[in-house]
């Protein structure tokens, strides 16, 4: 893939720089906000070499690109003018105007949550790595070692406020370093003690005669979040009311001020609030059902995941984790499922005979049991949905498991084989164990459903009732009319790209199994007869056609790889069986946006199918090709 053409290929297609407010990475995919969503082209972007697809949702324009995002997100960087941190914009987005409450919140969600997740992830594998060590007695935990880890772990978790308020002063646009200074308020070692001191004495904190909660707000995620949203409507008002000789003061003064006042009065004590009635709800829950949720998450999160409504869950589990040390719902049960999903794909790997597909299955399955999966969901479940059917019923099995045996996990990170670790804590392996033994539940069950379920439309099989449907239409006598040594033409029955049959990405082409003859990348979308004949073989699919020559000269003419699965759609036959055909006369006609839309590859082997009953069969070299050039001579 070139870097460089594929960022200026996406921006242009996507409206170009100005249409562009917001942009950031996640594992896989480009997000974007951008100002008026209907510049965007979406097909062109489909199109785009190395782009995997591109969709609309949870209020971003998304742009799938797989494990090479960085290096593309670079790139954008380094060409264009573009703030990949929000920043501010003096014109109303048209496109934020237009977002239903809950593609807001979702956008809001990830866009806060998903720059701090490698720092969280870090300091939440440090801490399964340090349990690992007590476990196994190499560390004792009332060691200066195990001290020095756990505070170096601890450290993100603790002043997690600081990194939520950077994230969110830059989706909510306004300045960085005033949220930082909000949380600065709710963590200032002044403030810890004179709660810790309120608590122990059954004293009282007032400010002027408001009372303030004595809570500490180290750890928590929502009140920061509120505080910084209120300071994005706070600042502006400042910045109006503030002359402009002295605004360079007075405009941090009053935003700091009144903000931090509502956030240790108000906005806090709400917002701790609401995470510890979330806490207790999902505790009841665990406590009444705890099989329920995991068991739906595990089951749906593919659906999740391909609307981007997975962003509205993933701070649940944060949540949970920070205030009651664990999570039995979010994390477990999308480990079974991206297990199940990965598993599903290996499965297909297995079973499907068209090279180009497992090729895809099993590099993208690995992707996704390592806990990205997203490559996986488009490239192939998505794709042929019995995988997809599979991955579900094994994703909701592994997470009826978790939640039966009240599996935890104590610091997450991407759900997957890399960080079944941050299933260790308390001391104790069980969870650890259990978390495997859900994972392999759900792998077991996803494999033998997608090995039963998944029908893999056979490209030998397929090919090989075509041939047999071309030789019962063919009249024995006209094979038996054709002069011995004669030299015989076929021309080409497209415009495109000329390319070697070994181009073809199925092997039963490749290989010249069923004969010899060409592979044609088209750019018209209509299949013209390449000889004088009669049409021997038509299909349901409607997209290959057979054909016989006056000379005896068997023809297969097979539209895209795969294209059978697609039953017809986009394509259209305009002749009929048996009709006698004169060069150049239009056959069949075909959309080349629809092929590509399905994730079928467009390459049209153009098949001799009696080789074997000729001489020889010479092709002509790769090369840009018309309609009615020459492109085969046969020697009979």
């Known amino acids: 893939m070139d870097y460089k053409d594929t960022a200026k290929s996406i921006i242009e297609n996507i409206g170009g720089e100005d249409n562009v407010s917001y942009l950031y990475h996640c594992a896989t995919r480009l997000r974007f906000n951008l100002k008026d969503s209907s510049k965007a082209d979406t097909e062109a972007v489909k199109k785009i070499p190395g782009v995997m697809g591109a969709v609309e949702k949870g209020g971003q324009y998304q742009v799938i690109v797989g494990s090479d995002v960085g290096n593309v997100f670079k790139e954008i960087n380094n060409q264009y003018d573009i703030n990949v941190e929000g920043g501010s914009d003096s014109e109303p987005e048209k496109e934020e105007e237009k977002k239903s409450f809950l593609n807001t919140m979702i956008d809001t969600l990830t866009g806060i949550f998903t720059p701090i997740l490698p720092a969280i992830t870090a300091s939440g594998m440090m801490k399964a790595v340090l349990s690992l060590l007590v476990v ?28 939520l308020a950077v994230s969110a002063a830059n989706k909510f646009k306004t300045n960085q370093y005033l949220a930082l200074m909000i949380a600065g308020i709710y963590q200032h070692p002044t403030f810890v003690e004179m709660v810790q001191q309120a608590n122990a004495t059954g004293g009282s904190i007032n400010l002027f005669g408001l009372p303030i909660a004595s809570v500490t707000y180290s750890s928590t995620v929502i009140p920061i979040i509120l505080s910084v949203w209120v300071l994005s409507y706070v600042e502006p008002i400042a910045d109006r009311i503030s002359h402009k000789s002295v605004k360079f003061f007075t405009k941090p003064l009053i935003s700091v001020t009144v903000v931090g006042i509502l956030s240790l009065v108000v906005i806090g004590p709400i917002g701790h609030y609401i995470s510890d009635l979330i806490s207790r709800a999902i505790l009841s829950l665990e406590n009444i059902a705890p099989w329920l949720v995991p068991t739906i998450i595990g089951a749906l999160f593919p659906l999740l995941v391909s609307t981007g409504t997975h962003y509205g869950i993933i701070p649940i589990g944060i949540n949970n984790r920070l205030t009651i040390g664990y999570d039995t719902m979010v994390y477990p049960a999308n480990l079974a499922s991206n297990i199940s999903q990965g598993v599903a794909a290996f499965a297909v790997g297995i079973k499907t005979k068209n ?27 998505l ?24 599996v935890r996990n104590y610091s997450g990170g991407s759900p997957g084989l890399l960080t079944l670790p941050s299933y260790i804590g308390e001391d104790t392996l069980r969870h650890f164990w259990f978390a495997i033994a859900g994972a392999a539940i759900a792998a077991v069950v996803t494999f033998v459903i997608t090995m039963i379920i998944y029908k893999d439309e056979d490209a030998a099989e397929e090919i090989q009732e075509m041939a047999e449907t071309i030789d019962e239409g063919t009249d024995s006598t006209t094979t038996a009319t054709a002069e011995a040594g004669a030299t015989l033409e076929v021309v080409s029955p497209l415009t495109g790209h000329l390319r070697q049959l070994s181009d073809v990405p199925d092997e039963v082409f490749s290989q010249g199994i069923l004969g010899q003859g060409v592979a044609i990348l088209p750019t018209d979308e209509t299949v013209y007869a390449p000889f004088n004949g009669t049409v021997t073989a038509l299909f349901d699919s409607k997209h290959a056609i057979g054909l016989t020559s006056d000379d005896g000269v068997e ?26 055909i004169e060069v ?26 009696n080789t074997n009953d000729l001489k020889d069969v010479l092709m002509v070299s790769n090369k840009q090709i018309q309609v009615g050039e020459d492109i085969i001579k046969i020697i009979n």
């Open 136 to 163: 196994f007695n190499w560390v004792d935990n009332e060691s200066m070692n195990y001290q020095i880890i756990n505070f170096m772990a601890d450290s993100a978790f603790y002043f997690l406020p600081f990194l």
């Open 355 to 381: 090279t180009e597909v497992k090729s895809l299955a099993f590099s993208s399955g690995l992707t996704a049991v390592l806990g990205i999966t997203e490559p996986v969901l488009y490239g192939i479940n």
């Open 383 to 406: 794709r042929f949905k019995t995988p997809l059917y599979a991955a579900m019923i094994g994703g909701g099995v592994g997470g009826l498991f978790m939640g039966l045996n009240g």
């Open 555 to 580: 023809l297969l003419i097979h539209v895209g790889i795969d294209t059978v699965q697609m039953n017809g759609e986009g394509f259209n036959y305009l002749v009929e069986r048996d009709q006698t």
């Open 584 to 609: 150049g006369q239009p056959l069949l006609t075909f959309n080349l946006e629809k092929i590509k839309d399905h994730g079928y590859s467009t390459i049209t082997p153009v098949v001799v199918t």
